[in-house]
Structure formats: structure tokens, C-alpha cells
């Protein structure tokens, strides 16, 4: 499960001109992100396509294309927007010097008036956040205990339980302190994991974390509690609440991105709750020495955060829904009237409405009157100027296998809306030719043993590929570094293209091998995701099996 994309469909309706209320007894009327709010200091200039085209934008200057995000908040494409009351006080920040631990400090009772909570504590990120709190229950403030992480041996605390479906990519940052890491999926087995070396419980957020699931927090921190046992909640994905709901619900500690829905500095997680361990967590952070000195946080960042919280907290998030609202009205207007195109609006929520999603238009067409598909388009939208980026399929909760595309709100700014409505309607409407159902025949039958030499950045990997092959679609498995998975594929032509993927607790890794044939040899790219690119050579294993006849014994063996 993945804590900043746990949706769940709380709506999906036609448009009806009229704003999809959003309700949480928990947070204000809007509670989500809005990185183009209308601020107290006025609106903000709207973007216009020359504008955004500027040849002497920043990031052109540096031979980078800048994007439009009507995608989302996510870390890959920059995170949000600072909003000018950020980044005033991070120039304010800007022109003193002082001492760290006191800025810690003043900056901890800050966030405490603001949220309610009992202190905060601003690191490099919700991820860096997490590793901080582990290494403070590690090492209990103790400084000799401290810089031996991540060697826990003579350690008392060297084990973090963890329901199993609160494992993910994140929890790395607790792993690299060195822990255990404990897999429970009852409260039974929780309670039965619980001894001396217990350190912590990790917890994400998500439907199964929620008052009435067997593993709620509530149900858990009971048991925590009982046991001493402090409890960290990784609620990054989500918006903040005064006070914070999940230190309510019984979290000793809870974590959020600074850089969504709060939209402060990018580089920032906001950690809050109980102080003993908040003032251990900073003693483990930069400016100090020790395993977590790799988490330095800049002190106009720190102001940066707090004035972001401050901000947050008296915003007008009715406003900045209307707004949100205008920019769907905008893009469906644009679209409506075309052949075979329809419309949505899509309200995505988790259980608790706390996750900074914003709604989305869903627009949906027939590939075969427009030959173009969903994965196309935002192909397409995101490569050419300017550009743009979407996801393709039914949006965030749905089938990602319906043609289509959905546009959200909560990265755009004023006036990218028109920019995008038209490069939408000149891709829908662009002249194309049929689309071709007809595959080209493969150039050969490479079914059999290849042996793959992988060229990484600074190193080579040695791999291997079992191909069957059907005419033009190929299945098998991928030997990787570590592990086999299944894949599969199709050759057309000399073209081939194959697909696999490494499944880990948290983790995930796809292989996307495409590459030319020619003779017994296949040459090209390996795509991996966010992992960038590699390389690859593949050499068909033509050796002959060996013809080894088979003796089968009579009995048991009568030496080992």
C-alpha cells in the first residue's frame, strides 16, 4: 500500500455547473491543498501561454523545459508551490545567523501555539522525519548510543513492529537506522511482538488505519500505550489539522510533508507531538554529528515551514475550492462537443478526507473515432510544448485500464487551466489516421535462454531472459540480480519489447527491456521507472542441452 496515493472514490459524476461539496468533521470546510490559493496580499498574476513560454524562464535557461501540472503533488515533478508568505519569511531568515539549537527551539514552541501539539520539529522531509524518530527511540537521547547507529549491537532498543500493510517504499528511512523490522497482521501478533527491543510501532495512513478497522490506530496505540511503546504515524500524504487529529487518536508522533498540501519549502517534513521524543529526534539532526547528519535543514526553511502552518491555518480553503472548481468548468467547456468525448468530475478521498487530493475532470473518449488512446495523449501532452502533465486512464481510484485522461487542480495555477484546455483540444482534435490493429510478423522465433549483460551508470549487471514465444507475443521469466519474475511481451518485426517486475515488501522495480533484434542478438534500453535507464546487450544461448542420461535409485541413500 502506498501512503500518498491511498484513494478510495468517494464520487464520480457527471457535471451538473455546480461545486461537489467536500465535508470532514475533522478539518475546515476545504480541507485540502490549493498551490494556487488566492492570498490575503491579493491573487496572484495568471499565467498566459507567452508568459509561460518565456525563452528567459530559469529553467530554460538551464535547457529544461518547464511543466504545467495538472497531474498532481508529487515529489518527482517539484512537490507544490511556495506560497509568498513562505518565501517572505525564508528572505527574512535569510539575512541573520543563529544558533541552531535555539532556532530548534524556538521554531518547536512555535509549532506547538500554532498546532496544538506538544512540540514540532522541521526536518529534510517526511522521510527524513521518520529516520530522526527512530534514531531517537534507538538511542533515548544518549549520544554514545546515538553515533554507533546503525551497529545496534549492545543496543536495547533495536526492533520496529509494523502491521504489513503499512509497509512501503518510505519505510527505508526507518530501516536505515539499522532496526528490525517486525511484520504483524493481527493485534494478537502486534501485543505478542511487543518485548524489551520493542522500540516503536510505525504506522501509514490509510483505510485500515481508521477508527473500525481491525488495525486502527486507535486499537493499536491501546496496546502501545499499555506496553510503553510510542507510536509513529506516517501521514505524509495528508493535510494538516488543528489539533492534529491522529496525536488525538492516540499517534505519540505524527509525520507530514511539508512540501504538499501545506506547500512549504519541498525539502521539509513537519514532525509533531510528544516533546521527550521531538528533542531527541533534533539532537540526532544537523547540526549535530551522528547517522543523521545527512538531514540538515536550512534555517530560512524552518521559517519557511512555520510560516506555511501559520498560513495554512487561516487560509480560506472555500475560496480556493470555487477556484479549483473554475478551472474544471473551463476545461470541460473547451472539450464538450467533440466527437465521442465525454466528461466527469471526480472527487477522490480516503476514509478520513484528509489526503490532499483535489478534484479532477475525467475526460473519456473512443479510441476508434479519435485513434488516439489515454496513454497516447498523455504521451503526447507531456513531451511536446507546451507542456503538460496529466494521468492517463479513469483518474486516481478507477479502472486505470478506461481510455482516458484526468486533469486535477491542486498544482495549477491561474490561467494554466486555458493553456491547458487548448493543447487538450488541439491533441483531441488533431487529424489522424485509423488506427492500425495489424502487428508486423516477427522477424524470428526467439523462444530459448538469453544471457543479458546490463550496463548500469557505474557498473554492469548480469541477467537472464527464458523466452516462449507465440507468434507475435512472448511470455517467460526474467532473471534478475536477485530474483525471477514473470514476464512478458511481443516482437514485431525485429522489435521487441518485454516487461517485468520485482515485487518486495514496500518496494517495486519494473523492467521495461526494448530493443532491436538481429541475429542471435538484441540490443537497446532498459527503462526502470524512477530509476532512470540502463543499457542492455542479450545474447541467444545456443549451446546444446546436455544429453545426460537420468539414474533414478532404487531406494534410499545408504550414505550421505
Known amino acids: 500500500m502506498k501512503r500518498r496515493n491511498v484513494l478510495k472514490t468517494l464520487s464520480l459524476l457527471p457535471l451538473a455547473g455546480s461545486a461537489i461539496p467536500f465535508n470532514s468533521s475533522l478539518a475546515s ?68 545567523f543563529a544558533q541552531m539549537d535555539e532556532v530548534a527551539d524556538g521554531i518547536g514552541q512555535t509549532l506547538a501555539d500554532l498546532t496544538g501539539a506538544e512540540w514540532g520539529v522541521v526536518s529534510a522531509g517526511c522521510a527524513a522525519g521518520l529516520k530522526l524518530v527512530t534514531a531517537a527511540v534507538v538511542s533515548g537521547g544518549d549520544p554514545e548510543k546515538l553515533v554507533r547507529i546503525p551497529d545496534l549491537d549492545g ?16 519505510d527505508h528511512s526507518i530501516r536505515n537506522i539499522g532496526v528490525t523490522m517486525v511484520n504483524v497482521s493481527t493485534l494478537e501478533e502486534l501485543e505478542n511482538a511487543i518485548n524489551p527491543k520493542t522500540a516503536l510501532i510505525y504506522m501509514v495512513n490509510g483505510d485500515r488505519s481508521w477508527a473500525g478497522a481491525p ?18 504515524f506516517d501521514a505524509a500524504n495528508e493535510i494538516l489539522t488543528f489539533p492534529p487529529v491522529h496525536l488525538k487518536r492516540g499517534a505519540s508522533i505524527v509525520a507530514y510533508s511539508g512540501g ?52 495554512w491555518k487561516e487560509m480560506d480553503h472555500a475560496a480556493v475550492r470555487k477556484q479549483w472548481d473554475s478551472y474544471l468548468d473551463h476545461i470541460i467547456k473547451k472539450v464538450s462537443g467533440i466527437k465521442s468525448v465525454q466528461t466527469m468530475i471526480h472527487v477522490p478521498s480516503t476514509m478520513s478526507g484528509l489526503s490532499n487530493v483535489s478534484p479532477e475532470v475525467v475526460i473519456t473518449w473512443d479510441p476508434d473515432v479519435l485513434n ?40 495549477m495555477q491561474a490561467g494554466e ?52 514465444q507465440d507468434g507475435n507475443w512472448i511470455k517467460g521469466t526474467h532473471q534478475g540480480g536477485f530474483a525471477v519474475n514473470d514476464m512478458a511481451g511481443s516482437i514485431e518485426g525485429d522489435s521487441v519489447k518485454l516487461q517485468s517486475s520485482v515485487r ?57
Open 260 to 311: 504538499k498540501a501545506i506547500c512549504g519549502p519541498q525539502s521539509c517534513g513537519l514532525i509533531l507531538g510528544q516533546k521527550d521524543i521531538l528533542m531527541a529526534a533534533w539532537q540526532a539532526s544537523s547540526p549535530h554529528h551522528g547517522p543523521c547528519r545527512d538531514n540538515k535543514v536550512d534555517r530560512d526553511e524552518m521559517f519557511g515551514m512555520v510560516a506555511a502552518v501559520k498560513l
Open 155 to 170: 543496543l536495547e532498543k533495536t526492533e520496529v513492529i509494523v502491521p504489513i500493510t503499512s509497509r512501503n517504499a518510505y
Open 29 to 96: 470546510p476545504l480541507a485540502e491543498n490549493l498551490t494556487a490559493a488566492p492570498y490575503k496580499t491579493g491573487s496572484p498574476v495568471e499565467v498566459t501561454l507567452e508568459s509561460f513560454l518565456d525563452k528567459n524562464n530559469i529553467y530554460r535557461t538551464h535547457g529544461i523545459e518547464p511543466i504545467i501540472n495538472c497531474r498532481g503533488i508529487f515529489t518527482i515533478i517539484g512537490g507544490s508551490l511556495k506560497r509568498p508568505q513562505t518565501k517572505a519569511a525564508m528572505e527574512a531568515a535569510s539575512h541573520n
Open 417 to 468: 487551466e486555458k493553456i491547458a484546455a487548448d493543447q487538450i483540444y488541439n491533441v483531441l482534435t488533431a487529424k489522424r489516421s485509423p488506427r492500425s490493429t495489424e502487428m508486423k510478423a516477427p522477424a524470428a522465433n526467439i523462444s530459448g535462454t538469453w544471457d543479458v549483460d546490463v550496463k548500469f551508470y557505474n557498473s554492469e549487471g548480469k541477467h537472464k531472459l527464458f523466452i516462449e
Open 372 to 411: 488516439i488512446t489515454g496513454a497516447e495523449m498523455a504521451d503526447e501532452l507531456g513531451k511536446n510544448k507546451p507542456r503538460i502533465a496529466v494521468a492517463s486512464g479513469g483518474g486516481r481510484g478507477k479502472d486505470p485500464n478506461i481510455n482516458g485522461i484526468a486533469v486535477t487542480t491542486i498544482g
Open 504 to 560: 518486495l515488501i514496500g518496494d517495486s522495480i519494473i523492467y521495461t527491456f526494448t530493443g532491436s533484434l538481429s541475429g542471435n542478438t538484441i540490443t537497446g534500453n532498459l527503462f526502470m521507472g524512477e530509476y532512470r535507464s540502463a543499457k542492455f546487450t542479450a545474447t541467444k544461448n545456443t549451446k546444446p542441452a546436455p544429453k545426460k542420461p537420468v539414474f533414478v535409485p532404487s531406494g534410499a541413500p545408504l550414505a550421505s
Open 215 to 232: 488495525m486502527s490506530l486507535e486499537n493499536i496505540s491501546a496496546i502501545a500505550k499499555a506496553k510503553k511503546v510510542p507510536v509513529l
